[in-house]
Each structure stands twice: as C-alpha cells, then as structure tokens.
C-alpha cells in the first residue's frame, strides 16, 4: 500500500453513461498525476496538477474527460459519454514536487 | 510509450538471475525508474536512478545505466516465484514531470 488511495476499484458503465473517479494522494504530495492504461500497455500520461493548478493535459484527453483538484487535495477524473474505447485502467500517482511518483491500485472501467 | 522500449517476455528458473533491458531515446531525460506491476494491482516503484550515475544496488536488484547508448537494465539476483510480473521502464524528461513508460517486459519465474 502506497499510500495512495482510488475509488472506485472498479466500474461497469454503458455506453453514453458519465463516470467519475477519485484519487486521493499521499497528505504532503502536492503534484498529482492521472495515467491510462489499456491491456498490455505501459500507462499514458494524462494530466498532472500541482496543488490546484492543472499544469499540463495530453492529446489523449479529449472534450469527453475532465479532472478537477479543487483544494490542492483530492482529485476527480470525470468521463462524459463514455465509449468502449475508454475502457482501461486509469491510474493516479502523486510525489511531492522533484522525488519520485507513487501510484494508487487504479480504477478498472469497462464500458459495454 | 513510443520512446521507450522493452522486450516484451523474460523466461528464468528460480535462484536464477533476471536481466531486464530498456532503450530509451531522449538523452535529456533526468531519472530512469523501474516499476513492478502484479496482475490487477497499481504500480510499485522498485529503484531509479539518476542519469549521471551509471550504476545503483539496492538488495538484490542492480540498475545499469549507458547514457551513450541509452541502455538501462535491471537485474534481479536470485530470482524467486514471487518476483513473477510486468516490469516498466520509465523516463523523466524535466525534473518532477511525467513519466513515459515503456511497454513493459512479463517476468516470468519457473519453480
């Protein structure tokens, strides 16, 4: 155990549903990442926050996704109209500013 | 991760060394990590190193690192059962920032 906590492990959605995940970090980390990881992949960047401030978003984080770090604390990983393609593992990791990335269990999605 | 890449299978007998290798293409990168990952789990940070040293031992794991070559292994003495799962590679281009991962290599340890 990281430290590091996801909710929830896992989620079964239909397609056209909204999701929404939550990290919660380690208490003096202050960056906090969101990956993606599809079966038999490494995980893909994301988004990462530094405290509340959303510093940086990838190409693969399309309109459909969101996330949010409203107190510099926790953080919510929203998906509107979810796809089949969305289904992965999306994981959380989080460090304080230059030291090393701790990761959380992930939340498994399957979109049917 | 496109810049990084790992073979994808390792096959090794117990109380046998393993030798996990990474390439990876970006001569700024700043620390190399190495992950385990077990099936349905997150990620654990096994050791990393910082790209002006060229070796580092913690217990029975060893990281090699060639800048010029843009070669990192890992090497696990003494392989046990429990060592079985993904390993990953991944690079820090800027301090602090995001990790670029590669594929990952399935370790797999036979009794």
């Known amino acids: 155990d990281t430290g590091v906590s996801q909710n929830p492990r896992h989620k079964i959605t239909k397609r056209g549903q909204n999701v929404t995940f939550r990290c919660d970090p380690i208490?003096?980390?202050?960056?906090l990442y969101w990956y993606r990881q599809t079966l038999g992949q490494g995980p893909e960047f994301l988004t990462y926050?530094?405290?509340?401030?959303?510093?940086?978003k990838s190409r693969l984080l399309s309109d459909r996704f969101s996330a949010e770090r409203p107190k510099g604390s926790f953080s919510t990983l929203e998906i509107q109209r979810t796809e089949q393609g969305d289904s992965a593992m999306y994981l959380c990791?989080?460090?304080?500013?230059?030291?090393?990335?701790?990761f959380g269990p992930g939340t498994r999605l399957t979109v049917l | 991760g496109e810049d990084v890449e790992q073979s994808l299978f390792l096959s090794v007998r117990e109380g046998d060394s393993s030798v996990i290798n990474c390439t990876y293409t970006?001569?700024?990168?700043?620390?190399l990590y190495w992950y385990k990952q077990e099936p349905g789990a997150g990620l654990q940070l096994l050791t990393y190193?910082?790209?002006?040293?060229d070796m580092k031992q913690d217990q029975r794991l060893t990281v090699l690192l060639n800048k010029k070559d843009k070669h990192l292994s890992l090497r696990i003495a003494d392989t046990q059962t429990g060592d079985s799962a993904i390993y990953f590679c991944?690079?820090?281009?800027?301090?602090?920032?995001?990790?670029?991962f590669g594929q990952g290599t399935e370790l797999s340890v036979k009794p």
């Open positions: 990791a989080t460090e304080r500013v230059a030291d090393t990335q701790y």
């Open positions: 208490s003096e980390h202050n960056r």
């Open positions: 926050f530094q405290n509340e401030a959303q510093l940086e």
């Open positions: 970006d001569s700024s990168s700043t620390y």
């Open positions: 190193i910082f790209s002006n040293m």
């Open positions: 991944a690079e820090v281009r800027n301090q602090g920032g995001k990790l670029i």
